[in-house]
């Protein structure tokens, strides 16, 4: 691999005796992993049903490495189903790193295509709030979907500008997440690409895009809350440099010592401009060391003030259920926690809004709630996200096949397909959730064991 001359003479120099190691890493494949969803299903559970070949993640809990010359899991049902993200190891570290409580009102700002973002929400266990957001309205598209399949319901997706969030938010989060743009250095093994992309931009502008992002960001950590800085690159003015300029503009925050895996290297201060001893607390990995590519994560907290918490809410504006979308909800079982009292309709489409929302007027959305289907001509047709939010017991007319049997491939396709003469016994005609040994994939029209497809086309699997 021909690496940028610039960049080679800079590495040479970070990684001294190790620069060899790390040039002849570059020429071995890259490690594959998945992140179980956690909030669909235990690790544990998983692994009884995984049919990969996978090895554990040291610094992940649910992060295991596949082998990609033997599996696809990006074909398979249980792909569908959102039981797992398909992520680069290294980039599972920052979710894992921020230290999420139940409860929490959680910000990740840079957070297309959503691996992150779908971590944070299964720490949350459907309590607190989340919002993602990408200044990016197209890669923002592919973050909601990315939530959507997770079955995250207490979400807001946002495509707006740092310094907007900013103006409309103030310090209202408990947690933040920065997973910043950068030059990419990490990952010239994973992608050509990023070669060009910093031949093209180089370092500075990278620094200079984080250091806007920051400015705006330190504005929306409330007191005692907590922030993950993290980058895939190496350079030292988007890594040290840009955790020296975030402390300077808030005098409160401090870094916090993270946990340390083998392999793993810490911040280092002589890379810094002030020579803050406090940079060793941060976290650099480099990918001759461990199983992953290349990132840098800081972990800082602002101190608590004793001033009360306080932030606009939501004000949700008051809906009456036809009758046919209560009819629909009726069937749900009140452990979904989905409740009538909490619904918002706008232009026929309904919507289930999280009890701590706060107040995102004036925000340009994709999303605000779970979206839980569209009233058409005095019929409800539930929507592909709320198929994906729901447990199988959540919902009273369910069918599950097994991950073997060609009606599940078959149902991704779009295609209609056929119960069994027992299957339609026990089944009802009108909608019916259709699951994959017990997890949810979508929604069919059953009429006398004819499953008229529901899936959504978008995301239909391709031949």
Same mark, same amino acid.
């Given at each position: 691999?021909?690496?940028?001359?610039?960049?080679?003479? #800079?590495?040479?120099?970070?990684?001294?005796?190790?620069?060899?190691?790390?040039?002849?890493?570059?020429?071995?494949?890259?490690?594959?992993?998945?992140?179980?969803?956690?909030?669909?299903?235990?690790?544990?559970?998983?692994?009884?049903?995984?049919?990969?070949?996978?090895?554990?993640?040291?610094? *992940?809990?649910?992060?295991?490495?596949?082998?990609?010359?033997?599996?696809?899991?990006?074909?398979?049902?249980?792909?569908?189903?959102?039981?797992?993200?398909?992520?680069?190891?290294?980039?599972?570290?920052?979710?894992?790193?921020?230290?999420?409580?139940?409860?929490?009102?959680?910000?990740?700002?840079?957070?297309?295509?959503?691996?992150?973002? *779908?971590?944070?929400?299964?720490?949350?266990?459907?309590?607190?709030?989340?919002?993602?957001?990408?200044?990016?309205?197209?890669?923002?598209?592919?973050?909601? !979907?990315?939530?959507?399949?997770?079955?995250?319901?207490?979400?807001?997706?946002?495509?707006?500008?740092?310094?907007?969030?900013?103006?409309?938010?103030?310090?209202?989060?408990?947690?933040?997440?920065?997973?910043?743009?950068?030059?990419?250095?990490?990952?010239?093994?994973?992608?050509?690409?990023?070669?060009?992309?910093?031949?093209?931009?180089?370092?500075?502008?990278?620094?200079?895009?984080?250091?806007?992002?920051? !400015?705006?960001?330190?504005?929306?950590?409330?007191?005692?809350?907590?922030?993950?800085?993290?980058?895939? *690159?190496?350079?030292?003015?988007?890594?040290?440099?840009?955790?020296?300029?975030?402390?300077?503009?808030?005098?409160?925050?401090?870094?916090?010592?993270?946990?340390?895996?083998?392999?793993?290297?810490?911040?280092?201060?002589?890379?810094?401009?002030?020579?803050?001893?406090?940079?060793?607390?941060?976290?650099?990995?480099?990918?001759?060391?461990?199983?992953?590519?290349?990132?840098?994560?800081?972990?800082?907290?602002?101190?608590?003030?004793?001033?009360?918490?306080?932030?606009?809410?939501?004000?949700?504006?008051?809906?009456?259920?036809?009758?046919?979308?209560?009819?629909?909800?009726?069937?749900?079982?009140?452990?979904?926690?989905?409740? !009538?009292?909490?619904?918002?309709?706008?232009?026929?489409?309904?919507?289930?809004?999280?009890?701590?929302?706060?107040?995102?007027?004036?925000?340009?959305?994709?999303?605000?709630?779970?979206?839980?289907?569209?009233?058409?001509?005095? #019929?409800?047709?539930?929507?592909?996200?709320?198929?994906?939010?729901?447990?199988?017991?959540?919902?009273?007319?369910?069918?599950?096949?097994?991950?073997?049997?060609?009606?599940?491939?078959?149902?991704? !396709?779009?295609?209609?397909?056929?119960?069994?003469?027992?299957?339609?016994? #026990?089944?009802?005609?009108?909608?019916?959730?259709?699951?994959?040994?017990?997890?949810?994939?979508?929604?069919?029209?059953?009429?006398?064991?004819?499953?008229?497809?529901?899936?959504?086309?978008?995301? #239909?699997?391709?031949?």
């Amino acid at each position: 691999m021909t690496l940028p001359a610039a960049f080679d003479e #800079r590495i040479k120099k970070q990684l001294n005796e190790e620069y060899k190691d790390y040039r002849k890493c570059l020429e071995e494949d890259m490690n594959h992993g998945i992140r179980i969803n956690t909030l669909k299903i235990s690790v544990e559970d998983f692994l009884k049903i995984s049919p990969f070949d996978l090895k554990p993640v040291p610094w *992940t809990a649910n992060g295991f490495y596949y082998d990609e010359k033997k599996d696809t899991p990006s074909r398979h049902p249980y792909y569908y189903a959102g039981l797992y993200y398909i992520q680069e190891p290294s980039a599972m570290l920052p979710a894992e790193a921020l230290r999420i409580d139940e409860n929490d009102m959680v910000l990740d700002i840079c957070a297309a295509p959503g691996g992150k973002s *779908t971590e944070l929400a299964a720490k949350l266990h459907g309590s607190g709030m989340i919002i993602s957001n990408d200044i990016s309205h197209s890669r923002a598209k592919a973050l909601l !979907k990315n939530m959507e399949i997770s079955g995250v319901g207490n979400l807001c997706v946002v495509s707006e500008a740092p310094n907007r969030l900013s103006e409309v938010f103030g310090p209202c989060f408990d947690k933040i997440l920065v997973d910043a743009p950068c030059s990419g250095e990490g990952m010239f093994r994973k992608s050509s690409s990023m070669m060009a992309a910093w031949e093209r931009n180089g370092v500075d502008f990278f620094a200079g895009l984080q250091k806007g992002i920051l !400015k705006e960001i330190v504005k929306l950590l409330k007191p005692g809350g907590m922030l993950l800085y993290s980058t895939c *690159t190496f350079s030292p003015e988007e890594n040290e440099q840009s955790v020296e300029y975030l402390l300077s503009l808030d005098d409160s925050l401090e870094l916090v010592d993270m946990k340390q895996y083998p392999g793993f290297d810490h911040g280092h201060p002589e890379w810094g401009l002030t020579g803050s001893q406090s940079l060793l607390r941060c976290t650099r990995i480099w990918p001759h060391r461990v199983k992953g590519e290349g990132h840098f994560a800081a972990l800082l907290q602002k101190r608590k003030t004793g001033l009360p918490d306080t932030y606009a809410e939501y004000r949700l504006h008051p809906y009456r259920p036809e009758p046919v979308v209560c009819e629909f909800l009726d069937d749900i079982e009140p452990s979904a926690g989905i409740h !009538k009292n909490r619904l918002e309709e706008t232009n026929g489409r309904i919507y289930h809004i999280p009890e701590h929302m706060p107040d995102v007027r004036g925000l340009r959305l994709l999303r605000n709630g779970l979206f839980l289907g569209e009233v058409k001509k005095n #019929r409800f047709e539930p929507s592909q996200a709320l198929a994906m939010y729901l447990k199988e017991g959540d919902y009273r007319y369910t069918v599950s096949f097994t991950a073997g049997d060609d009606r599940v491939t078959r149902y991704l !396709k779009g295609e209609t397909v056929m119960l069994t003469d027992e299957e339609t016994v #026990r089944s009802s005609d009108g909608y019916i959730l259709v699951c994959v040994d017990g997890y949810p994939l979508g929604w069919a029209k059953n009429q006398k064991g004819m499953l008229k497809n529901k899936y959504l086309s978008g995301w #239909r699997m391709l031949s």
